[in-house]
């Protein structure tokens, strides 16, 4: 009598998502943490992606006859303009959905190059040690020195501001937490078993740096980029109010900011609405980067 299973129950066992699918769908939903992060990120995904056809205006298009117009929920606001419009008759809320796509490329963009840059040197520093460690470490420490404020200020003051100048500054300037994560994590497994025994067979070096070494420090660099995603998008935005940034007639969050501070005490509402979605988008990564720590975690986190 054999053991195996009648077509149907074949047919019906190949539906099921496998177990670990089921593992982390449920660990996700458990966590509030990354649950609400996700939830946020991916709406303001969507936003940014179908900006073209949410934002109800041109976000560009100045209307003068109509300027600062309020939002919906005052007694002289109209639902034409539903978050009001700024000082030259923008439809604010057009330019905040088109925002979010200029904030969600500048945090991801900049993550990816400081990743690529601090991941790198983090990891031959924590392979080879002895004087790479050395020549990393001294990286390390003359990049601590150089606040990023100050540094991206004058860098962009000499270059002039744009969004491709920010990206690029932010980028070659965030990589600190990178490298220090990828080092301590490789120093931990380069005398594991599974390297070692790569090693004992001649596995060539750009192998088991890529395939033994870094799938294993993912995790924890994966956390990384979501810090480093939230402190651009707020260096951004810093860089941009202070006129070093992204360049009118841009609509980036902190620029909003920046043109709206004028009328903060008479319409707090133009700085109140980028600001709130700033502030939104910000603690949406931190709650995702708080969720994955605690994914990561042997055994999870206690609560």
Known sequence: MTDSLTPSATALQSQLPPAWQTRLWRSTLNNRSLAIGLLIIASLGIVALLAPWLAPHDP????????????????TGSWTHPLGTDRLGRDYLSRLIFGARISLFIGLVVALISGLIGTTLGVLAGYFGGRVDAVVSYLLTTRLAMPVVLVALAMASLIGGSMLTV???????LWDRFAVVAR?????LRDAEYVQAAQALGCPLPYILLREVLPNIAGALIVVATLEVANAILLEATLS??????????PSWGLMIAEGKTYMFF????????GGAL??????????????????APGGRNE
């Open 60 to 75: 560009y298009l100045q209307d003068t006859a109509n300027r600062m117009v309020p939002p919906f929920w005052h007694d």
């Open 167 to 173: 990206t690029l500054l932010l980028g070659l300037l």
């Open 184 to 188: 301590s994590a490789t120093q931990q």
């Open 241 to 250: 109010f202070l006129g070093m940034g992204v360049q009118p007639p841009s």
């Open 267 to 274: 319409q707090p509402w133009v700085i109140t609405i980028p």
């Open 279 to 296: 502030f939104m988008l910000v603690l949406a990564i931190n709650l995702l980067g708080d969720g994955l720590r605690d994914l990561s």
